[in-house]
């Protein structure tokens, strides 16, 4: 111990929590303060040591291994009191802070500030090892469609990035909703997966109509091997549903999906709507109309081969 009673490690948790961004879930349940601490933590939840080696030794979709841990599934009343402590404890984190700021640091509130945070981080892997189940089949979804035509996405980035998006469901959770979590978590996961290869497959276009794999190793300075063929994966989608026609396009709507998306300008820009209707001699209303039936159909399919 130092002198002022803290380890450095605690100097340095303390000094991350004052950087970091503080928030909680607040409920009528935790006012008055005083009687609610006691109310709310007077109820425990047992749910045993968290058993999680099914969980890390899998590292492929395609493999198979017995789990040998109990399974744990919490009621809808052991779910909300877990909430209720994760987020009590992060309002008397938030206030903790509050009073060192107004007031200045010293050991006792230092030590109330770590306290809670503990507290709080403790519930919330609680919550979260008990949902990790989640993480397969959110990550299992989103890489059928790759696995199925021979591609290879990286399996570890899909869970890395399930993980994260598992922790800040279970900490965006609010119980007077009246669902499980696990329904909560499972769109909230997927939805924001499903958002961030969107928005990667933007750029896609633009990589694979400019640059061949003769052309990579000129541009080895600005676009790696390994940021092309993962943007590639993200187009796959796409390009599946072209060559199988799973999203019942017509014709017509094949070359609008391919020109406004697939294959742009040399420049990167995808062609103009006037342009497209010169090819297709139809009107631009008519390539605008036409592309918004693509979406549907598109979002429909994807709904369709992911449903799990």
Not at 40 to 58: N, R
Not at 65 to 85: A, G, H, Y
Not at 207 to 228: P, W
Request: net charge positive.
């Amino acid at each position: 111990m130092s002198e002022t009673g803290l380890t450095d490690v605690e100097k340095r948790q303390f000094s991350k929590i004052l950087e970091s961004k503080l928030s909680f879930v607040d409920n009528e349940n935790f006012y008055p303060l005083d009687v609610a601490e006691r109310r709310i933590f007077s109820s425990i939840v047992d749910v045993g040591k968290s058993c999680t080696s099914w969980y890390l030794s899998f590292d492929h979709p395609g493999r198979s291994r017995k789990n040998t841990c109990p399974s744990v599934i919490l009621t809808k009343e052991q779910e909300q009191i877990l909430f209720l402590q994760l987020n009590f404890s992060r309002l008397k984190l938030v206030l903790s802070v509050d009073k060192v700021r107004d007031k200045g640091e010293s050991v006792l509130l230092v030590k109330e500030v770590l306290k809670w945070h503990n507290k709080a981080i403790k519930l919330r892997n609680t919550i979260v090892e008990l949902n990790l189940a989640i993480v397969i089949k959110v990550s299992s979804s989103l890489s059928y469609l790759s696995y199925s035509r021979n591609y290879s996405p990286d399996w570890q980035d899909l869970i890395a990035s399930a993980n994260i998006r598992l922790i800040a469901a279970a900490e965006k959770f609010d119980i007077s909703r009246g669902y499980k979590f696990s329904t909560y978590a499972w769109h909230a996961v997927f939805k924001s997966m499903l958002r961030d290869r969107y928005k990667r497959a933007q750029h896609v276009a633009r990589f694979m109509s400019m640059l061949s794999d003769e052309q990579l190793k000129d541009h080895s300075s600005n676009v790696s091997r390994k940021e092309y063929v993962s943007e590639q994966d993200d187009l796959a989608f796409l390009q599946y549903l072209i060559e199988e026609n799973l999203a019942s396009l017509t014709d017509k709507q094949k070359v609008i999906l391919d020109k406004r998306w697939l294959s742009p300008l040399p420049n990167g820009k995808p062609y103009s709507l006037d342009a497209i209707s010169k090819i297709l001699g139809i009107s631009r209303t008519s390539v605008q109309m036409e592309e918004r039936k693509i979406k549907d159909k598109i979002k429909r399919a994807w709904r369709r081969l992911t449903r799990i």
